[in-house]
C-alpha cells in the first residue's frame, strides 16, 4: 500500500534538522558521562578499542536502514521495515516489542543519568533525601513539552546546540592529547598485554559503546515529516555516524590518556572522571564548557528520544499493532503524537524511579542500560532480516547489500549477545555483588520479555488477527 496522506505535517524539516535528530539521541558529551565510564569499568585501558568496535558494527547496522529508507518512508521505523518486510506481517509485533523494550529501558541514560551528572557536580545535595527525583521529574516535564509543540523547534534546538558540542569535544580532545605529550601509547588499541582485560571483556563492554552510537538510525521515524524522505534519510544517517565518530573516539582515547593507563583502574570508581580530565588540561573554562554541554547533551537526547517514540508508537497503533489507537492520534495544532509521548514518559519515568529507589540513580541507570543494550541489538537483527525479506518482495534485491552485509551485520549482533551474556553470567557466579546481581536480573528478565512476551503476543496476531498483521508496515509516502 503507497499513500501520500500523513496526519504527521509533511515537509516540516530539512537535512541538517534529520541529522541531528539522529545525533541529538547520541548525545555525545552526556555519553562521556555515563556510558564511557560503564565501559571504563569494564573494558578499562581498551575503552576506545571497544568503543571504535562498537562504531564499526553499528555502522554496519546502518546499512539496513540507510537502504530500507530508500524504499520506505514510514514513521514506524524498524518496526514498519519489519511488519511490511513480509506479506503477512509476522515480523511486526516481535520487532515493535523489542523496539518498546528498548525505549523504556533507554529512558534510564537520560532521566537517571541527569540526576547522577548533577549529584557529581553538587555532592552536598545527596545529603536531601529523594532529590534526584525532582530532577527527573523535571527533566521528564521538559521532553514532553517541547516534543509536544511540534518538531520543527525541537530539532531547530538540537541541531544548533549538538554542532557546537561536537566541535567542543574534538577541540578539547586534541588539546589534552597535545598536552599529554610522551604519555600518549598504542597501548589502549592492544587486545592483549599488561593493561588488557581480555577479549570478552572488550567486546562486553562494546554493549555500552554501541549504545553510545545507538540513535544515529532514528532519523527514519521522522520518514513522514523530512524533505526528501527517500534520500533525505539515508544523508541523515551518514552524517551522522561520521559526526559521532569524530566526537567520541577522540574524546575515549584522550581520556584515557589523560587520565594516565597505569591509574586506569580508578577511572570508573572517581565520582567524576571526565570533569577532572578536561579541568586538568583545559582549566576552568574546559570544565564549564564540559558541564553546560553535557547538561544540554541530556536534554538534547531527551527532545530527540522521544520525538523518535512517539512517531514510531504513534505508527504503530495506527496499525493496531501491540499499542492502543489512541496513541495514533494527533495533536491538530501541534501536528505531534502527543498521547504516544505522554504515554511513553509517564511509564519510563515510573520504571526509573523504582529502579533507581532500589539500586540509586547511578546504578539504576547502568542496569537499565544493559538490557537496553541487548534489546536494540536484537531489533537490529530484525530488521536485517527484514530487509532481505523486504527487498525480495519488491525485487529489488541485490546479494552484497541485501543479502551479505545484514548477514553479516546479524551474526556480529549475536557475537555481542554472547559474549555480553557470557561476561554477566561469569561476573553473577563468581562475585554475586549487588550490582552483579542487578545486571544478571536485568538480563534474565530481558530473555524472558523475549522469548515469553514477544513470540506469544506475536502467536496471538498471527492466530486471532492475521487480517491486522497483512496491512502492519504497509503505509509509505511516495
Known amino acids: 500500500m503507497s499513500v501520500q496522506k500523513t496526519e504527521l505535517k509533511r515537509n516540516s524539516i530539512g537535512l541538517l534538522q534529520g541529522t541531528f535528530q539522529s545525533l541529538g539521541q547520541v548525545a555525545p558529551a552526556a555519553d562521556i558521562a555515563i556510558l564511557l565510564v560503564a565501559s571504563f569499568s569494564i573494558s578499562g585501558a581498551q575503552t576506545v578499542l571497544s568503543v571504535i568496535i562498537g562504531w564499526i558494527i553499528y555502522a554496519l547496522w546502518m546499512v539496513t536502514p540507510f537502504e530500507l529508507s530508500k524504499f520506505k518512508s514510514n514513521a514506524g521505523s524498524y518496526y514498519a521495515y519489519a511488519a511490511g518486510a513480509t506479506e503477512d506481517g509476522a515480523m511486526g509485533p516481535i520487532t515493535a516489542l523489542s523496539f518498546m523494550y528498548y525505549d523504556v529501558t533507554g529512558a534510564a541514560f537520560g532521566i537517571l543519568g541527569l540526576s547522577s551528572f548533577i549529584f557529581l557536580m553538587y555532592p552536598a545535595i545527596t545529603s ?10 523535571l527533566f521528564t516535564a521538559f521532553i514532553v513539552t517541547v516534543t509536544y509543540l511540534g518538531i520543527r523547534p525541537s530539532l531547530n534546538y538540537t541541531a544548533i546546540a549538538g554542532l557546537m558540542e561536537i566541535l567542543f569535544l574534538l577541540i578539547g580532545s586534541i588539546i589534552i592529547i597535545i598536552r599529554v605529550g610522551s604519555g600518549n601509547s598504542l597501548i589502549p588499541f592492544e587486545v592483549t598485554g599488561k593493561y588488557s582485560l581480555g577479549f570478552s571483556s572488550i567486546m562486553f563492554a562494546s554493549v555500552f559503546s554501541i549504545l553510545d552510537f545507538t540513535g544515529s538510525g532514528v532519523v527514519t521515524t521522522v520518514s513522514e515529516e523530512i ?39 580508578s577511572f570508573a570508581s572517581h565520582p567524576d572522571a571526565g570533569l577532572t580530565v578536561f579541568y586538568r588540561y583545559l582549566g576552568p573554562v574546559g570544565l564549564i564548557l564540559l558541564i553546560v554541554f553535557t547538561l544540554n547533551s541530556y536534554l538534547s537526547n531527551g527532545v530527540s528520544k522521544a520525538t523518535a517514540v512517539s512517531r514510531w508508537w504513534y505508527s504503530a497503533a495506527r496499525d493496531n499493532i501491540v499499542f492502543p489507537s489512541k496513541l495514533g492520534e494527533i495533536n491538530k495544532k501541534y501536528h505531534s503524537p502527543a498521547n504516544a509521548v505522554i504515554t511513553w514518559a509517564v511509564f519510563s519515568f515510573i520504571l526509573d524511579v523504582i529502579v533507581g529507589l532500589i539500586f540509586g540513580p547511578l546504578n539504576a541507570a547502568f542496569v537499565l542500560e544493559a538490557g537496553t543494550g541487548i534489546s536494540i541489538i536484537i531489533v537490529h537483527i530484525l530488521a536485517n532480516t527484514s530487509l532481505t525479506f523486504y527487498t525480495r518482495r519488491i525485487n529489488k534485491f541485490s546479494i552484497l547489500k541485501h543479502g551479505i552485509a545484514p548477514t553479516a551485520a546479524t551474526i556480529i549482533g549475536a557475537i555481542v549477545i554472547y559474549f555480553t551474556a557470557y561476561n554477566i553470567i561469569h561476573k553473577y557466579v563468581l562475585n554475586p555483588t549487588g550490582i552483579n546481581t542487578a545486571y544478571f536480573a536485568s538480563f534474565i528478565f530481558t530473555i524472558i520479555w523475549v522469548l515469553g512476551g514477544e513470540i506469544s503476543i506475536t502467536l496471538h496476531y498471527i492466530k486471532k488477527k492475521p487480517e491486522v498483521l497483512r496491512e502492519a508496515g504497509e503505509f509509505n509516502l511516495r
Open 227 to 265: 524533505e526528501k524522505p527517500k534520500k533525505n534519510i539515508g544523508k541523515s544517517i551518514v552524517f551522522a555516524m561520521i559526526l559521532t565518530a569524530i566526537a567520541l573516539i577522540p574524546s575515549a582515547y584522550a581520556l584515557t590518556v589523560g587520565w594516565g593507563i597505569s591509574n586506569i583502574g
Open 128 to 137: 536531601i533525601p529523594y532529590i534526584w527525583i525532582l530532577f527527573a521529574g
